[in-house]
C-alpha cells in the first residue's frame, strides 16, 4: 500500500492552544484514488486537511504532533519549504475565494509567482489549460478581463480550482467546496473532481454522505478528532465496521 | 387556571398604542431632520460672512496717477537682468512717485493716500517698458489700506472724503500681490503665497514622513506582529497619542527637533516632522482598520497557492486596504494642514516677508498666517483674514474631494 501512497500520516495529533482537536491519526492518501473525509462537524475533519499542506501554521496557537510525509519527505521537517509545500499541495475552500481581480489574473497568480511561465504566450497557454480542466473555458472564454467576483457561485468555485490547477500540484485539498453552491453547481464540481481524478491526488472534506459515496475511493470518517474507520468507500457505506460509522451514515446523528 | 383569550387586535387599547409607534417614529424624523437643518443653517452663516467679509481682500482699488518720469534717468543697459530693481530704487523712483501723487491728489492727502508697494507697480511697469522713462504717463497704482476699506464701504469718515475727491479716478481690479506676495506690514501688500507655500512644505514633509512609516506600522501590526502583552501595550499607546492635544506635539517638536538636533527655528522642515508625529497615529489607525476589513479568505486563497507573506501583503491585503488608508490619511493631513499650535511651538510664528525657497528657510503657515492676521489693529487685515480663511478652506475641501476620489477609484467590492 505504501508505494502508492502520495501521502502518509502516523500518528498526528493537533492541539490549538490546550484544546487537542485531532487525537493519533494515520492514514494513507493515495495518488489515483479521491480520499473523502466525513464526520459530524467540530469532528476535526478540516484541521486534519489543513495539516496536509500546513494551513493551519497561520493559526495563533495551533500546534501538530506526529509525522506527515509528502512522498516520503517529512512536511513538517526544517527543511521543508512551506511555500514550495503549498505549490505542491494545493486548496479549495468552503466559500468561493477568488481574488477580486481579472479572470485572467485570478489563474495567473499563482504561475507568476512560482515563475513557472517564461513568456506571456506561455502563461496565456496555462490559464487556457488550467481553465479547461476546471471546465470554465468555454463560459469565460471570451470575458477574461472581467472580474472573477463577478461569476456565480459555482463558476467563482470552479475558478478556485482552476487557479489551483494552474501551478501544477500533485494533491488538491477540498474543503467542503460545494457547501455554498446550489444542486447544479454541486453537480458540475463532482463531475469535475472525477475529470481530474488520476492526474492529482484529491482530498474532499464533505458533510454529505452522498457526495462522499459517489466521488471517493477512499473514505475516513471522523468522530470527535478521532479517526473511528477509513477504508473502501464502498465498503464503508454498505458494511461499516465500526457501530458509530453506522449510526453516523444512516442519520442517527451528525 | 382560565384560558387565555386570543389576542383583540382591534381593541381600543392595541389601537392607541400602535398610534403612539407611529407618532414616536414622526417624532423622531423631525427631530433629525431639524438637526439636518440646523447643521446646514451653521454651515451656510458660516461660509456667507466669510465670504462676505473675505472676497474683498481679493480686490484692491487702484488710483489713475499721472506721472513725468523725465527726471528718472538711468542707462538702458541696467534695467535688463537681476539689477534692475536695484538700479531703479536708486534713480529716485520712489521719491518720483510721490511727487506725482502729491501734486495730483494734494487736496485728496497727497502722497499718503497710495499703497507703499505703489512705486514697485510703478517699477515693475518701467522693467515691462523702458520707454516709460523720460515722458509723461498715466498708471493705475494701488491706494493705502484706509481709502481701500472707504471705498468698499467701512472706512472713516476723512477716508470717505477723500474716496468722494478721487472720485472716478478710483478703479478696482484683482488683487494678484495677493496671491502672489508674502506676508506685509501694510496690509495692501500683504499675500496669501508665503503662507500657502509654507504650508504645502510642510505637508510634504508630513506626507513623506507619516504615510510610509504609518503604513508600514499599522501592516506590521496587523500581518506580522503576534498578539501579545507588548502588542497590547503598543495599540494602546498609539490610540492615545491619537488623542493628545496637538500643543503637546508642539512642545515635543520643540524639545527634540529644536533642543535636541538643532534644526532651524521656523522652517517647514521642522513643522513637518512635528505634524508628521501627529499625523502618524492616525494613518495608523485608519491603516489598522482598513486592513482588518480585508476578508481573510483573500490571505487564505494566497497563501494556499504559496504566496509568501511578504506577497500576500502586497499583492492583496495593501491594494485592497489601499481606499480605506487613503482615506485616513488625507482626514489626518487635512487636521495637520488646519493645525496652529504645535507651529507656534516650533517658531513658525515670526513675520515672514519672503516665501520660502527650501525646507529650511523660515516660513509661516496658513492657519499661523490667519492667527497672526486676525491679531493686527490695522482694519485693511480684517479683510485679509477671511480672504485667507476662505484660501484655507478651499485647499481642504480640494484635499478632501481628492480623498473622495482616490476612494472610488480604487475601491474594489467583492
Known amino acids: ?254 | 387556571m382560565t384560558e387565555r383569550q386570543p389576542t383583540d387586535w382591534r381593541a381600543p387599547a392595541m389601537q392607541r398604542r400602535l398610534r403612539r409607534r407611529y407618532a414616536a417614529e414622526r417624532r423622531f424624523r423631525l427631530l433629525g431632520l431639524a438637526a439636518i437643518l440646523a447643521s446646514a443653517a451653521f454651515l451656510a452663516f458660516l461660509l456667507v460672512s466669510m465670504v462676505a467679509r473675505g472676497a474683498g481682500g481679493f480686490v484692491e482699488t487702484r488710483v489713475a496717477l499721472p506721472l513725468d518720469l523725465s527726471d528718472v534717468r538711468i542707462e538702458g543697459a541696467r534695467l535688463m537682468g537681476p539689477g534692475a530693481d536695484l538700479a531703479l530704487a536708486g534713480a529716485g523712483l520712489e521719491n518720483a512717485v510721490d511727487r506725482a501723487a502729491d501734486a495730483a491728489f494734494a487736496p485728496a492727502g497727497g502722497a499718503a493716500i497710495l499703497s507703499d508697494g505703489a512705486w514697485l507697480v510703478v517699477r515693475d511697469a518701467v522693467k515691462r517698458d523702458p520707454g516709460l522713462l523720460g515722458r509723461r504717463t498715466v498708471l493705475d497704482v494701488p491706494v493705502a489700506t484706509e481709502i481701500d476699506i472707504a471705498r468698499k464701504g467701512r472706512g472713516t469718515p476723512e477716508a470717505e472724503a477723500s474716496v468722494r475727491r478721487l472720485g472716478d479716478r478710483l478703479s478696482s481690479g484683482l488683487n494678484t500681490d495677493f496671491f502672489a506676495g508674502a506676508d506685509a506690514t501694510d496690509p495692501t501688500r500683504a499675500g496669501i503665497w508665503g503662507a500657502l507655500k509654507g504650508s504645502l512644505l510642510t505637508m510634504a514633509v508630513t506626507m513623506a514622513l507619516a504615510f510610509p512609516i504609518g503604513v508600514l506600522a499599522a501592516l506590521y501590526l496587523e500581518e506580522y506582529a503576534p498578539r501579545n502583552r507588548v502588542t497590547d501595550v503598543i495599540e494602546v499607546s498609539i490610540n492615545n497619542l491619537a488623542a493628545v492635544p496637538s500643543i503637546i506635539f508642539g512642545l515635543l517638536g520643540l524639545a527634540v527637533f529644536l533642543g535636541t538636533f538643532h534644526l532651524p527655528r521656523s522652517a517647514a522642515l521642522v513643522g513637518g516632522l512635528t505634524l508628521a508625529l501627529m499625523t502618524m497615529p492616525v494613518i495608523v489607525i485608519a491603516g489598522r482598520n482598513a486592513i482588518k476589513a480585508v476578508p481573510p479568505s483573500i490571505r487564505d486563497a494566497a497563501r494556499a497557492l504559496g504566496a509568501s507573506r511578504v506577497q500576500v501583503v502586497f499583492h492583496h491585503v495593501l491594494p485592497l486596504a489601499l481606499p480605506g488608508i487613503l482615506t485616513g490619511t488625507i482626514i489626518g493631513m487635512a487636521r495637520a494642514l488646519g493645525e496652529t499650535a504645535p507651529l507656534l511651538m516650533i517658531g513658525m510664528r515670526a513675520f515672514i516677508a519672503a516665501p520660502p525657497d527650501r525646507l529650511t528657510d523660515p516660513a509661516t503657515a496658513l492657519p499661523v498666517q490667519i492667527f497672526l492676521w486676525s491679531d493686527e489693529v490695522s482694519q485693511g487685515f480684517v479683510e485679509k483674514t477671511s480672504a485667507a480663511i476662505i484660501v484655507l478652506l478651499v485647499v481642504l475641501l480640494a484635499m478632501n474631494g481628492l480623498a473622495i476620489y482616490l476612494r472610488n477609484r480604487f475601491e474594489t467590492r467583492w
Open chain 1, 1 to 254: 500500500m505504501t508505494d502508492h501512497a502520495k501521502i502518509t500520516a502516523e500518528g498526528v495529533n493537533v492541539f490549538y492552544g490546550a484544546k487537542q482537536a485531532i487525537r493519533n491519526v494515520s492514514l494513507h492518501v493515495r495518488q489515483d484514488e479521491v480520499t473523502a473525509f466525513i464526520g459530524p462537524s467540530g469532528c476535526g475533519k478540516s484541521t486534519f486537511l489543513r495539516t496536509l499542506n500546513r494551513m493551519n501554521d497561520t493559526i495563533a496557537g495551533a500546534r501538530v504532533e506526529g509525522d506527515v510525509r509528502l512522498d516520503g519527505e517529512d512536511i513538517y521537517a526544517r527543511a521543508m519549504d512551506v511555500v514550495q509545500l503549498r505549490a505542491r499541495v494545493g486548496m479549495v475552500f468552503q466559500k468561493p475565494n477568488p481574488f477580486p481581480k481579472s479572470i485572467f489574473e485570478n489563474v495567473a497568480y499563482g504561475p507568476r509567482i512560482h515563475g513557472l511561465a517564461r513568456s506571456k504566450a506561455e502563461l496565456a497557454q496555462i490559464v487556457e489549460r488550467s481553465l479547461q480542466r476546471a471546465g470554465l473555458w468555454n463560459e469565460v472564454k471570451d470575458r477574461l478581463s472581467e472580474s472573477g467576483t463577478a461569476l456565480s457561485g459555482g463558476q467563482q468555485q470552479r475558478l478556485c480550482i482552476a487557479r489551483a490547477i494552474a501551478v501544477d500540484p500533485e494533491v488538491i485539498l477540498m474543503d467542503e467546496p460545494c457547501s455554498a453552491l446550489d444542486p447544479i453547481a454541486t453537480a458540475r464540481i463532482e463531475e469535475l473532481i472525477s475529470d481530474l481524478r488520476g492526474r492529482y491526488a484529491i482530498v474532499i472534506v464533505t458533510h454529505n454522505m452522498q457526495q462522499a459515496a459517489r466521488v471517493s475511493q477512499k473514505t475516513a470518517f471522523f468522530h470527535l478528532g478521532e479517526l473511528v474507520e477509513y477504508g473502501d468507500t464502498s465498503a464503508m457505506f454498505t458494511n461499516p465496521r465500526e457501530e458509530r460509522t453506522k449510526d453516523y451514515i444512516t442519520g442517527r446523528y451528525g
